[in-house]
Structure formats: structure tokens, C-alpha cells
């Protein structure tokens, strides 16, 4: 087993592998909330205060409607979305952003589930735009021919599962590779180091 992960790729060391569609979103919410549980607000930070991974900025963005049901991010009641509704944001409304998010970028057509949690995880830090980047330039990494613009949509989401396929374990190693290096080339000395052990763990 390689260090820090918890299932083979090829679903050998666990039952990850065979897990239905609504399993793996579920490990991969719990995925997620590994990294992203508590409340944080560092002045560098873009998003602003964030709660189990959903930003200030991200919060309003999406409005209150989530997955066709209302969503009130506006938790204190105030008339606004501020710092004080992403604190008191529970693990249940990080779990309906996470939904929605999950099924919008389609993360449930990747078929190798441990492929799509390390996907949808990256995709909290860097935005859809830059993990789908790091996607695409592990497939090229791996010999596959896709046109890096920032979006796994239906041909290099094929060749994505194409390529689990073919060899699971080294793609992985491959997008942790090249998610490290994305974090690298954000130069941020204030989330470097516990970006990097994201970027190298194995879900």
C-alpha cells in the first residue's frame, strides 16, 4: 500500500473500487472534509472566510438555490451572506454545496471512484478550472492526447476514464505530480506545505 492512502487504485487493498455512485460521493464529501472541516479566515485567502471548503466569495456567488432546493446560506438572518453566515455554516450545508458541485461538473462520470474524489478534492483548492488543468496534463503526462483548456467536459472526461482503465495508479501518480506542481507555481508560502501533502495523498 502506498503511503497515505487508504485504498489501492485498482480497488485491491479496499471495497473503494466496486462502491456505488452514491458511496463514492459520499467518501469523497468525507474526502474533502478531511481537508477542508473548520472555519478559516486568512487574510490571504481570495475567497475570504471559508467553512468546510465553501468561501465567503464562493457562497455568494451561488445564490440560495442548491440542487433545485433552497439553500439559505444567509444563516444569521441578517439580509446579507457575510463572514458570520460561513461560520455558522454546518457540516450538512457543506454537504449540499458539495452535492451540487459534484453533480454540475459531472464528477460522477468518472468511472474510477478514487480518480473522481482525487478530482473533485483538487478542484476545492485550485477551482474546476485549475484541477481539470492538472487532470489533463497528467492524461498528456501518460501518452494521452487532450487539449489542455481548463475543462474535463465529455472527450477528455472519455480519455480520463480510458486512462484509469488502462493503468489507475500511475494516472494518480501522475495528477499528484502535477497538482504539486500547480501549487508549486502559486508561489504561496502561507498554504504551500499543506498544499503539497494534498497534492501527493491517494484518496
Not at 468511472?111 to 485549475?130: E, N
Not at 498554504?191 to 503539497?196: I, K, M, N, R
Given at each position: ?36 472541516k ?6 490571504a ?11 465567503l ?48 461538473y ?91 501533502t ?6
Amino acid at each position: 500500500m502506498k503511503p497515505n492512502q487508504t485504498h489501492g487504485p485498482d480497488g485491491t487493498a479496499g471495497s473503494l473500487q466496486s462502491a456505488g455512485v452514491s458511496a463514492v460521493l459520499d467518501m469523497a464529501f468525507e474526502w474533502v472534509y478531511l481537508h477542508e472541516k473548520g472555519f478559516s479566515d486568512n487574510p490571504a485567502d481570495p475567497g475570504g472566510p471559508t467553512n468546510f471548503g465553501v468561501s465567503l466569495r464562493h457562497a455568494r456567488a451561488i445564490g440560495s438555490v442548491v440542487n433545485g432546493d433552497l439553500l439559505d446560506l444567509d444563516l444569521d438572518d441578517d439580509g446579507d451572506i457575510d463572514a458570520d453566515d460561513i461560520r455558522l455554516m454546518t457540516k450538512e450545508d457543506g454537504k449540499r454545496v458539495f452535492i451540487h458541485h459534484w453533480q454540475t461538473y459531472k464528477f460522477d462520470a468518472v468511472t474510477h471512484p478514487q480518480i473522481a474524489i482525487k478530482f473533485v478534492d483538487l478542484s476545492y483548492p485550485m477551482g474546476y478550472g485549475g484541477a481539470s488543468r492538472v487532470v489533463q496534463r497528467a492524461l498528456r503526462a501518460c501518452r494521452y492526447d487532450v487539449i489542455e483548456d481548463g475543462f474535463v467536459g465529455p472527450n477528455s472526461r472519455r480519455v480520463l476514464n480510458e486512462a484509469a482503465e488502462w493503468n489507475a495508479a500511475a494516472l494518480m501518480a501522475s495528477i499528484c505530480s502535477e497538482a504539486a506542481g500547480y501549487f508549486r507555481s502559486l508561489k504561496s508560502s502561507d498554504f504551500e506545505t499543506g498544499w503539497l501533502t494534498r497534492a501527493y495523498q491517494w484518496p
